[in-house]
């Protein structure tokens, strides 16, 4: 288990929102009804006698190729999941495609899904499942090839409906890490450095959106006063973009801190921001902009009234 | 609630408490007309940091007075604007254009000393 992530199928349906309304929406669509679920369960014996065979052949295959076959390196594991999927295989004609069942399918999903298989695999091994049940079917039903070909039929509906079940899965987990990245990118610290007495530098880094800017006009403002700043070298050297809003904030910021009686002197206004900041017309007149963190601190010096003075002239090193 | 206006040596002192209303804001522009006159003061600071909002027309009274101490040939520093004060405030709109701010008290006296010694820093 990790984290308090949910594990079980019935979360799962949950936060999938997985409903009976929408179990019936989504086998409406499959055109799945009572009729496939007779056609189905009256293959069951058929599905008894050609699961070891059919297992055996899936996982012949799956072993076969380097991608799959690291999954099942540990044959205790191999064992377990081969017993797992016998019963699936079992399932798929025992009836009862209620919403207990689309949990387990949930739940099954996410287990492939955080053992890192890929979907492009886990397509591949439904195609062969079908493939290699219609090949059984066809010899079964010999002298009935029409019987074959709508339980056939039935049993791929049925499939569509867990394959969709598990693909949402796998956009479910990854929509989750991404939205769990963007947290982890707004909750990067940016730190508000004292650099001279009376000079803060603020390096930020990384993705500006509104609710950062907010922040950390805020944690701006306090420093300024918490540490009696005169000048404020704000370096957005590691910034990518700014859109309008958060240049507007800025502008908003360096105003503020103005009030407070502190300059703010931007550094590292990148070539694209320059533009951007240009097009959007923002008007930065009031505001000192820098090349660079050097120049930026250079200028300080100069408000603060530092002067900075090598001490050896010829101390290079080597 | 009045804002009492202190004296040291040249300069007036202002602080403005949490609850000042509109006319309390219109006599302080008044008194310190008067006393910048009456005792050939030099600086005024004016010290809101007991101020938790400050509404357009604080802010234009402000200005006003900054100006109006201008005029009179005096230098006035607004000092004190709380963080969350000063964000409200531009967002606002309410720059207070033309004014010179420090941090508080203590450097608000700094800056008017330095600007009236014979040879100032720049800056």
């Known amino acids: 288990m990790v984290g308090n992530r949910p594990e079980g199928?019935?979360?799962?349906?949950?936060?999938?929102?997985?409903?009976?309304?929408?179990?019936?929406?989504r086998k409406d669509f499959l055109e799945f009804g009572d009729a496939d679920v007779k056609a189905l369960t009256g293959v069951n014996d058929l599905a008894r006698r050609y699961a070891g065979s059919v297992i055996e052949d899936f996982y012949k295959h799956l072993l076969s190729f380097?991608?799959?076959n690291a999954f099942f390196k540990d044959p205790q594991v191999l064992q377990h999941v081969q017993n797992m999927q016998k019963e699936y295989f079992l399932r798929l004609t025992q009836g009862n495609y209620d919403l207990a069942y689309t949990q387990n399918r949930l739940k099954i999903g996410a287990i492939h899904e955080r053992i890192g298989l890929p979907i492009k695999s886990y397509l591949g091994m439904y195609n062969f499942y079908l493939r290699a049940v219609a090949t059984r079917l066809v010899e079964a039903y010999e002298k009935n090839p029409d019987q074959a070909w709508s339980v056939f039929l039935s049993l791929m509906k049925l499939t569509f409906l867990d394959i969709g079940l598990a693909i949402d899965t796998y956009i479910y987990s990854r929509e989750r890490t991404i939205r769990e990245q963007q947290e982890a990118i707004q909750e990067l610290p940016t730190p508000v450095l004292p650099f001279r007495e009376g000079l803060l530098i603020v390096p930020i880094i990384g993705l500006i959106d509104s609710q950062r800017a907010r922040q950390l006009t805020q944690?701006?403002?306090?420093?300024?006063?918490?540490?009696?700043?005169?000048?404020?070298?704000?370096?957005?050297?590691?910034?990518?973009?700014?859109?309008?809003r958060v240049a507007n904030h800025m502008v908003q910021t360096v105003e503020a801190a103005r009030l407070m009686g502190a300059t703010v002197i931007i550094a590292g206004v990148s070539p694209e921001i320059a533009q951007t900041m240009v097009t959007i017309g923002i008007d930065l007149g009031r505001i000192a902009t820098v090349g660079d963190l050097q120049s930026g601190i250079e200028r300080a010096e100069q408000v603060l009234g530092y002067k900075v003075l090598r001490e050896q002239t010829s101390a290079h090193v080597a | 609630m009045r804002a009492p206006i202190l004296r040291q040596g040249k300069i007036l002192i202002a602080t403005i408490q949490g609850s000042l209303s509109d006319a309390d804001l219109l006599q302080l522009r008044e008194e310190l007309a008067t006393d910048v006159r009456r005792y050939r003061s030099t600086g005024v600071i004016i010290d809101v940091t007991l101020l938790d909002v400050m509404d357009s027309f604080a802010a234009r009274t402000l200005r006003g007075i900054t100006q109006m101490v201008k005029l009179l040939g005096a230098i006035s520093i607004i000092v004190g604007i709380q963080p969350d004060v000063a964000f409200a405030m531009v967002q606002l709109g309410l720059?207070?254009?033309g004014t010179t701010t420090a941090l508080d008290l203590q450097d608000g006296l700094?800056?008017?000393h330095r600007s009236q010694e014979p040879s100032h820093h720049a800056g």
């Not at chain 1, 936060?15 to 009976?20: A, I, Q, R």
């Not at chain 1, 944690?219 to 859109?243: E, F, H, W």
């Open chain 1, 219 to 244: 944690q701006l403002l306090t420093s300024i006063r918490a540490n009696r700043a005169k000048v404020v070298v704000i370096d957005i050297t590691g910034v990518q973009s700014v859109d309008s």
């Open chain 1, 66 to 68: 380097e991608d799959t």
């Open chain 2, 95 to 97: 720059t207070l254009e």
């Open chain 2, 110 to 112: 700094d800056l008017l």
């Open chain 1, 9 to 25: 199928g019935a979360q799962f349906a949950e936060t999938l929102e997985m409903t009976e309304q929408e179990l019936v929406q």
